[in-house]
């Protein structure tokens, strides 16, 4: 039970005349005084954006409308960004080398979700993993599914499921979800690296 | 530190609360400000700039408050600044609050962290839908379980340890008239029965969405001798430090970040403490999940990689260890999330002021206030003492 109301602090005590206000004149509507007060209002709202990738995420983008993972290599460190922000988070330098990744990944760490954030797309409890693509070196979030949620563990082989050729757009979305690839688990050993 | 001493000569908190309803965000701020005043035994005219700290705006969907908000914030005719560093924002924004009395620009400072998380809803904030980013549809828990999920498999921490800080915080928050959550009921069994959400994070192990707010007064060491002199104790700053990393990048440690050690080692630094387990009398930490207090715990420098954990089961950051952890309750029991860093801060200068109330260490001489935000990536921490640096 959760008592918000007790023990409440000392009303706090505001100088004089710092809050005072004009008196209100409410003559002109009948009743008024009559009417509860409106403490808030409940509105629903949206807003419709014009987006700019720049280059790095337009190519990502427009490779994965043809159904491939592009990712981008930090000259310095040699490691693989995916999605590529264009340049390298450590080094500062632009990350000129696209790299063709797989379309296979593995799970690195993951949680079990008993609260629908997707808007009834998904039942629960559903798997979110962070999931290191074949070829880069830092693992993006995606959805586990096709196993039991009780099931998945670090190291996991997994396959990218991907919506129909004719759905492919410039968008993420085009992976519906992963799914088990069949490959023996990774050892967490190797997997040290990246979380 | 700099040429200058800082004191906080003034604390004032809102009450939490889930929906507060009976003010307007304006008026939460009012309120803030004059317990902070009538602390400080000053008025808004005594105030030579104002620094302000909140959450992205999104949070709350009130864009840019700072512009609307000059008066509320007693703004007119003075520098206002604010602060962005996602959740840790509060702190940064009273370290920068500090950084104007220490380098002698200002002489006193009034400084503001806030959220009222019941005008928007922050939750969804962190986890709507952008087609073109990936996908990560399991918001803010979503974000940080499997990160503790790692965090248990590389210590081998006993499953209840979450368990164990949700509780201790929770009853910690019973003597803390200001905090959200006043669950007396709560229970070993109630927590770990609670819902599993984003497993391993349990319903009663997440922090919940709070309106408050809360201001301090800064002054220099004219400010706080006058205030000891009336026999109103300051807190002194020893330390202040923040760290940022960038949130994604290869091989970065999301389960003990390195901006987050070296924001410690900074601020300890700066304090003289070489041993923080033995110098610091009392930690306020940023948990807004339970199992976050044994990793800042080992991230912090207060216990050995892998072992944080056992402070947590031996009782050392209860409120009668020698380590005390989140007496006011801590984010699990409250977090307006852009005042939550600085809530941190006020409390441990409550408690080397003496005054924090039922939830009083006694004897309490030095504290840490510790902050972090964003994808883990934010850091800010200050060190405050009873006594002049």
New interface residues.
């Given amino acids: 039970m959760t008592d918000t109301t007790s023990s409440q602090p000392a009303p706090i005590e505001i100088p004089e005349g710092v809050w005072s206000q004009p008196a209100v004149n409410m003559s002109a509507v009948a009743d008024l005084e009559s009417v509860e007060a409106v403490r808030s209002v409940r509105a629903f709202a949206s807003m419709t954006y014009d987006y700019t990738p720049g280059l790095a995420t337009t190519r990502f983008l427009r490779a994965i409308k043809e159904k491939r993972l592009v990712g981008e290599r930090c000259s310095e460190t040699g490691k693989v960004y995916i999605p590529p922000r264009g340049v390298s988070p450590v080094s500062g330098l632009p990350t000129t080398e696209q790299v063709e990744l797989g379309l296979d990944g593995t799970v690195v760490s993951f949680c079990v979700v008993n609260l629908d954030f997707t808007g009834n797309a998904q039942e629960i409890p559903y798997v979110s993993a962070l999931i290191l693509v074949d070829g880069s070196d830092i693992p993006i979030y995606g959805l586990v599914r096709e196993i039991p949620y009780n099931e998945v563990q670090p190291g996991l082989r997994l396959k990218s499921v991907w919506v129909e050729d004719s759905e492919l757009t410039t968008s993420f979305e085009n992976i519906k979800w992963w799914a088990p690839n069949g490959e023996p688990d990774v050892p967490a050993s190797d997997l040290a690296d990246y979380i | 530190m700099g040429a200058e001493r800082v004191a906080v000569v003034g604390v004032g908190?809102t009450?939490y609360?889930?929906v507060r309803?009976?003010v307007s965000l304006p008026?939460l701020l009012?309120?803030a400000t004059?317990?902070a005043l009538?602390d400080a035994q000053m008025?808004l005219a005594d105030i030579d700039a104002i620094v302000i700290g909140k959450a992205p705006d999104f949070f709350e969907?009130i864009m840019v408050p700072e512009y609307s908000f000059v008066e509320a914030l007693g703004a007119v005719g003075k520098p206002i600044f604010r602060v962005h560093t996602a959740g840790s924002v509060s702190g940064s924004t009273a370290i920068v609050a500090s950084g104007l009395i220490e380098s002698g620009v200002h002489e006193r400072v009034l400084t503001i962290g806030w959220e009222m998380q019941?005008c928007s809803e922050a939750m969804?904030a962190l986890?709507f839908n952008?087609?073109?980013?990936?996908?990560?549809?399991?918001?803010a828990?979503?974000?940080f379980?499997?990160?503790i999920?790692?965090y248990i498999?590389r210590s081998n921490a006993p499953d209840d340890t979450g368990v164990l800080v949700a509780l201790k915080d929770r009853q910690n928050a019973l003597k803390n008239?200001?905090a959200?959550?006043?669950?007396?009921?709560i229970s070993y069994e109630s927590v770990k029965e609670s819902?599993?959400?984003?497993?391993?994070?349990r319903y009663s192990e997440t922090c919940p969405s709070s309106d408050g707010a809360i201001a301090l007064v800064l002054t220099n060491e004219a400010g706080g001798d006058a205030a000891a002199a009336e026999g109103r104790p300051p807190a002194w700053v020893h330390g202040t430090s923040f760290r940022s990393e960038?949130?994604?990048?290869?091989?970065r440690?999301?389960?003990s970040p390195q901006a987050g050690k070296d924001c410690a080692a900074d601020v300890f630094r700066q304090a003289g403490i070489t041993n923080p387990r033995e110098q610091i009398d009392v930690v306020e930490m940023y948990v807004p999940f339970s199992w976050y207090e044994p990793m800042w715990l080992e991230n912090l420098g207060f216990a050995e990689e892998g072992t944080g954990w056992q402070l947590t089961h031996d009782g050392v950051t209860a409120m009668d260890g020698d380590l005390p952890v989140n007496c006011s309750g801590g984010v699990l029991s409250t977090n307006p999330i852009g005042a939550s860093g600085m809530i941190r801060f006020g409390e441990a200068a409550l408690q080397v002021r003496g005054m924090a109330g039922e939830h009083q260490i006694d004897g309490a001489r030095t504290a840490l206030g510790h902050a972090y935000g964003g994808a883990a990536q934010f850091y800010a921490m200050w060190v405050v003492g009873a006594d002049k640096p």
Wanted: charged share 20%; no cysteine; net charge negative.
């Fill in positions: 908190q009450k609360t889930a309803g009976d008026g009012r309120e004059f317990r009538e008025t969907g019941s969804w986890s952008m087609p073109f980013q990936q996908q990560l549809v399991a918001g828990g979503g974000y379980a499997p990160y999920r790692q498999a008239p200001y959200h959550l006043h669950e007396h009921d819902l599993m959400l984003w497993d391993p994070i960038p949130a994604m990048a290869a091989g440690d999301q389960v």
